[in-house]
């Protein structure tokens, strides 16, 4: 059945439409064309025609004329729109027009990296001159590394190995450095919030460098759908960037869907689990080529298992049914890539692993079993399918999750609303102070230099000199006078590189890894690990050596763990007391502690048993910023009567919604914690700390703005439009409680002394 029947069944069906609570048609758009410009080297001009490209796409010849004129640019078009020609075009031309010249292509992940090499040795394979494309990332063999530095024309690799690998030892790419005159930034939508930071000052820390060999390269970047991708391109590089946003390539006709599980229990508003409508609706999909979205890893491999088990059933091959998610060993992401490139594939079960823009091919179908978090990774996932010609559909699924049922009965705000912005700080004191020492270490620092545009650079060199003693200043130069390597030491996201590696107990063989603060969840003693819709039972740990054992097993359930957070105060830096309540910022430590886990049988989700689990504590000290509230007020606003409680993590909710308003984060770089009786102070706190393993000054920015936060807080929930709650403010009634709302505002009148 193809994709066209697929969705006539579907209108024609109606106890499946009642299950659709918005079908949005998004009508197919003729091409916007434009010839390859006279100026595009003849070499390449034959190249594109070998592989059938005689004229470009209105955008991509928009693109190739702000490069060619020397402008920093940003691409956001839709998903395979043809945003990588837009990059190629201008730098394989000025590669081709002269010798010495270099080009460094930077991905958010290995994978997307050596996916961009698979298709630009195509296109190089196709030139008359050699020009020389490789791969510099952690796996790259150490002895092809000095033939890379040497001769290679245009390096592909990753912000965290520029960070560590290429700046600290830009000796030895002098040639590179010295020739180097494009920088593409690929899905720069990822560049925000902590993690945007880091890669801010990396960014100046290279540009910082290639100064010093008489270069300056020309920036070009693309990225998904964001509401203000130009403030982000600016921040990041600090330059001026101009925006190519209209797209010229076509598309074929879209069919969205959103997607609610009936009623089980209409009192308790119970619905049906959204994987068993996902498998349901996998019996329709069987023959088109599909992508199905799942919010986590063990999603995954159960998604896996029911498809697998639905072509079997039906005559089919399940090897044509993968799943593909974190943890899986290089060698077996890039044979399902390829897979799903030639079309072998033709059903993959992913979590957000496959929402950037890794080249998987064309897909007709493309299914979120759960909203994703945001606006703009919805349609991320949803674009992962559609045709330059022919139908697509993608249905999102809601589950009962309280925010997926608000955007299943308000679909109007994934439809009508926009992408969320991304927000970033260069200048945060601790980030940028971090990578000032690393650019120390790379080149001494003059008197009156200044690391990035903002003012404070002498004040951190001095201070790096006379307090750390890492710097040592004589004739106007400071020094690096430390032994240690300062880049090992930052970390641009605060990733755990701590991971368990799984081993087959039988052959012995590495089977998969999982970061150290998944392990407690994932792979404990007793655990279901799901590798492809295989079972396999975790029947040993070593804590200390990182390892787990499992053994296959024919299992007719998998497992799901429960966790617990608190925190524990350990230092006051600051205290504050105004009116009904109390400020404080300093350090915390957050525990979070695997208790017991759950056996759930595939297909009917019933509850077959249980086990503890008896693993260490994840435990990470922070910074925090958080207040109580006076018992007396909280009463008067209805937070400590019945059901008021539930309005305390909304409150939550909203101030880590404004956060990134005042110190220029990303809602995930804060986590909270809420008690509506704090042990230590007996009255509700709400915990504001940073997720970074000893937070880099979030929390104290917090902590000195906290009169802002609580009126943008007041304003946010004043100015909502809803009446009782949703995921833009307090959050979905079934969250915070049908008073939510209203007693976050009277909270929030008593933090402000205004009316809410």
Known sequence: MGIDQVIARLRRTPELLSRITRWETIPARDPQSAPVPAD???????????????????????????????????????????????????????????????????????????????????????????????????????????????????????????????????????????????????????YRGVFGSHVANVIRRLKRVAGHYGARPVFLLSSATLRNPVELA???????????????????????????????NRVAGVRGAALEEARRLAELLRGVQSIWFLRSRTGVEVMTKYLKDLYARSGDDPEKVRGYRGGYLPDLRREIEAGLRAGRIEAVAATNALELGIDIGSLDASVL????????????????????????????????????????????????GSAEAAALDPDNLVIRANHLKCSAFELPFRDGDRFGGAPGTAEILEHLEKRSRILHHAEGLYHWAADAYPAEGVSLNAADVDNFVIHDLESGRAMGEVDRPSAITEIHPGAVYGLLGDTYLIEKMEWAERRAYARAADLDYYTQALTSTDVRVTRVDREEERGVWRAYAGEVVARTVATVYKKIRFYTGENVGAGEIHLPEEEMETTAFWFTLDPGAAARAGLLEGDGARALPGLANVFRGVTPLLVRCDPGDVRSACEIRSPLYLRPALFLFDRIPGGVGLAEQLHALHPDLFEAGRELVARCPCEIGCPSCVGPPGEVGAEGKRVARAVLAALTGRGA
């Open 234 to 264: 600016e921040r990041v590089l600090e330059d001026r960037v101009t925006l190519v946003d209209r797209s010229g390539a076509p598309t074929g006709e879209k069919h969205f869907l959103v997607w609610n599980p009936p009623l089980l």
């Open 369 to 416: 079993v759960g909203y994703p978090g945001t606006v703009a990774s919805a349609w991320q996932q949803a674009g992962r399918a559609g045709r330059r010609r022919g139908s697509s559909l993608a249905v999102l699924i809601a589950r009962n999750a309280p925010v997926d049922q608000y955007v299943a009965e308000h679909p109007e705000y994934l439809f009508e």
């Open 40 to 190: 595009v080297p003849p070499a390449l001009q034959g190249a594109l025609r070998s592989r059938g490209i005689d004229t470009l796409y209105s955008h991509q010849a928009e693109a190739w004329r702000h490069a060619r004129a020397g402008r920093n640019v940003i691409v956001t078009t839709p998903t395979a729109s043809g945003k990588t020609l837009c990059y190629n075009l201008p730098v394989l031309s000025d590669l081709l027009e002269g010798d010495g010249r270099r080009a460094l292509y930077l991905f958010p992940t290995k994978a997307l990296s050596q996916d961009q090499v698979a298709e630009l040795t195509d296109l190089l394979g196709r030139l008359p001159k050699r020009i020389n494309a490789y791969t510099y990332d952690g796996d790259t063999p150490v002895s092809v590394r000095r033939r890379l530095r040497e001769s290679g024309d245009l390096v592909v690799s990753n912000p965290y190995m520029l960070h560590t690998g290429i700046l600290p030892n830009h000796p030895k790419w002098s040639d590179f450095f010295r020739g180097l005159r494009w920088v593409v930034l690929d899905e720069a939508h990822v």
